[in-house]
């Protein structure tokens, strides 16, 4: 395992390189679509070999160890460096101020501090295997796609934007490599040089296009996630100084035994879920994710499922059992479920495509924080199934929103009326999508239900009442927002037929995420009890039924209705001639269904629009009073923990 761990992280990196120089473009495709295979056959193997030896969690060390820690600590330097160089450039010296100091802090500490044990440096567990799984098959999907969308982006659609799709794909194996050594790595100072590589891959990125709003979005990403890069750089620290130990375990189990009143055990699991909560762009931190949107749709894709966000979660749900009924815990449950609500809100008032994708992303993020939160086994069994149902759908979503704006001009919700009779195959790819954001019996409903469950059982009365209001009215808009756009997909259309305009290689990886969301439902049963009870044993040391077999029996039934029904109508009519019915239009119907004779005589064309209440739940009326509520949780926290760990 160590071997094939080793060659996991090093190969994208290695061969983020290929792209970089290849400058001919179907040779640099094919680079691209072998780097990606072989990413994916990499991640899915070495899984199936730990799956098959047992599935016991390892604890290891890299070879050649000490040439690797030389590698991680030059390469925080470089980073820095690189970091100040681009602040000084564009006079932002609060970010080179952000950087320094964490990188100079943990560095000095490393060389200079109290002698360290000898302890492993890195993991490979249950919750390894599912995230390695995410990035390996979800992350090459969306390298493949990106090919494709990236030709048509310049070739076709963006002529003056400068043609720098070398760097682009070379960036996305840059993020492969950085994810597979983040979710590894037992050590802090490790994980901490994966943790800045995301940093600064995803500010590149959203810069891709180099606009001055490009600019702007991606220093804003930077300078939140080297906030929460310092928060990383303090554990680390105390870590070092206080107990003696860089390692991730230590520092969780440290805070298990102690309790949650030894507040010097729980400073470190702060300041990591601080640095999470950044990752993660949750409130008051969600601006950058939401200004990642002015990047092409596959950095969109890869950011929000496979890479960066989920980052953010997976530091999350490693501390969840040092956070049970704590101050950190209620921290972190807060700021998720206030996010959650305020998110799904925000998502209800734009018509932006992608932008309403951005806020159901931070929504549904907020929820996996608040499970993250308690700490409970049947939180996290709802909080890694949100991650993998999330990971699948979202990147399906933004690959799907990406191909319909290429092909109709635009992604605003409003014009998608009648996408179903235009264009059936987006149309069906961005239904399956959708429906696996709220229907069910797709992960996201059924993860939505374990954890209200949890929540009702928790023990601290005012965390738990919070914690159902916030999972019932999210719940709630979160049915709204999604409801509105399916109906925009199957309602009449008064657009002629075009060309669909999307590559074949782009439907290869929607079709193929169609394929697993399906599978996934198919499949719950057994991904319950293989995969997510052992990781509960492994985390929790019980093994605990969340769902009946009676409610999964109940949830086959339910994809019947969902998948079966239609289709055995479709075969049902098919050939058969539809007739039009003429329907009622406030007036005299002129024979289209779309235009008709008002009572005053005066000719009128219909027009459907959704309902938005921006005045209700508008970004400028509510947006900055949740930045506020957010930051008035997060500083008084913070405050509690950091007060009682210097007394």
């Given at each position: 395992m ?10 994208p ?19 691209v ?38 590698i ?164 680390i ?38 640095a ?59 700021i ?46 709802a ?38 009779s ?7 790819i ?37 914690m ?129 004779v ?19 739940f ?30």
């Amino acid at each position: 395992m160590e071997t094939l761990v080793t060659a996991l992280i090093c190969f994208p990196f290695l061969w983020a390189i290929l792209p970089a120089v290849i400058h001919n473009s179907k040779r640099r495709a094919f680079t691209v679509y072998l780097g990606c295979a072989i990413v994916m056959v990499l991640s899915v193997f070495t899984a199936v070999q730990w799956f098959l030896a047992g599935g016991q969690t390892l604890d290891f060390r890299l070879p050649y160890q000490q040439v690797f820690g030389e590698i991680f600590m030059w390469g925080d330097i470089f980073l820095m460096c690189f970091i100040t160089y681009l602040s000084y450039k564009h006079n932002r010296l609060i970010i080179a101020f952000l950087s320094i100091i964490s990188t100079v802090v943990p560095t000095v500490l490393e060389k200079f501090g109290p002698e360290l044990g000898i302890r492993p440096t890195m993991r490979f567990d249950w919750l390894t295997f599912i995230m390695v799984l995410i990035i390996g098959v979800v992350g090459s999907l969306i390298g493949i796609y990106a090919v494709g969308y990236m030709h048509g982006f310049h070739i076709h659609h963006h002529k003056e934007v400068t043609d720098r799709r070398s760097f682009f794909l070379s960036m996305i194996f840059v993020f492969f490599g950085a994810m597979f050594g983040l979710v590894t790595s037992a050590n802090l100072l490790g994980l901490y040089f994966f943790w800045e590589i995301t940093s600064v891959t995803s500010f590149l990125l959203i810069g891709y296009t180099r606009t001055d709003e490009a600019i702007n979005n991606s220093f804003k990403a930077l300078w939140m996630n080297l906030l929460g890069g310092c928060g990383l750089a303090v554990a680390i620290s105390v870590g070092i100084v206080y107990f003696h130990t860089a390692n991730l375990y230590d520092l969780i189990a440290a805070a298990e035994k102690s309790g949650a009143s030894d507040m010097i055990c729980l400073l470190p699991i702060a300041m990591l879920a601080f640095a999470a909560l950044t990752k993660s762009a949750q409130f008051p931190f969600s601006g950058w994710l939401l200004g990642a949107m002015v990047a092409p749709t596959p950095s969109s894709a890869l950011l929000h499922s496979a890479t960066m966000v989920k980052a953010g979660v997976y530091m999350l749900i490693r501390l969840s059992p040092a956070m049970a009924d704590n101050y950190v815990g209620n921290m972190v449950a807060l700021i998720g479920g206030f996010t959650f609500v305020a998110a799904s809100c925000f998502a209800i008032t734009v018509s932006d495509g992608k932008k309403v994708l951005a806020y159901s992303t931070i929504s549904n993020l907020g929820l996996i924080v608040a499970c993250t939160g308690c700490g409970y086994e049947e939180t996290i069994w709802a909080a890694v199934f949100l991650v993998i149902f999330h990971a699948v759908s979202k990147s399906m979503l933004f690959q799907c929103v990406g191909a319909i704006e290429t092909t109709i001009g635009s992604r605003d919700v409003e014009q998608m009326q009648g996408l179903m009779s235009i264009f059936p195959k987006l149309a069906f790819i961005l239904m399956v999508g959708i429906a696996g954001m709220f229907l069910a019996p797709f992960g996201m409903l059924i993860s939505k239900w374990a954890a209200l469950k949890a929540f009702i059982d928790t023990s601290s009365v005012y965390v738990s009442t919070l914690m159902v209001l916030f999972i019932c009215f999210g719940s709630a808009t979160t049915m709204f927002y999604w409801t509105k756009w399916m109906s925009k997909i199957l309602g009449a259309s008064k657009r002629e037929k075009s060309r669909d305009l999307t590559k074949k290689n782009e439907y290869i990886s929607m079709f193929f995420h169609a394929f697993m969301m399906i599978s996934l439902i198919l499949g719950f049963p057994w991904l319950s009890e293989h995969v997510l009870k052992p990781l509960s044993n492994d985390m929790f040391g019980v093994v605990k039924q969340v769902i009946s077999y009676e409610n999964m029996v109940i949830m086959i039934v339910l994809l019947c209705g969902v998948f079966v029904i239609p289709f055995i109508n479709y075969l049902l009519t098919k050939g058969q001639s539809g007739k039009q019915v003429i329907t009622y239009m406030g007036g005299a119907n002129a024979g289209d269904n779309f235009n008709f004779v008002s009572s005053t005589g005066d000719p009128k064309e219909m027009e459907i629009s959704n309902f938005y209440m921006e005045e209700a739940f508008g970004e400028k009326k509510l947006f900055t009073p949740a930045i506020m509520i957010s930051s008035f949780i997060l500083i008084v926290y913070l405050i509690i923990v950091v007060g009682g760990a210097l007394q």
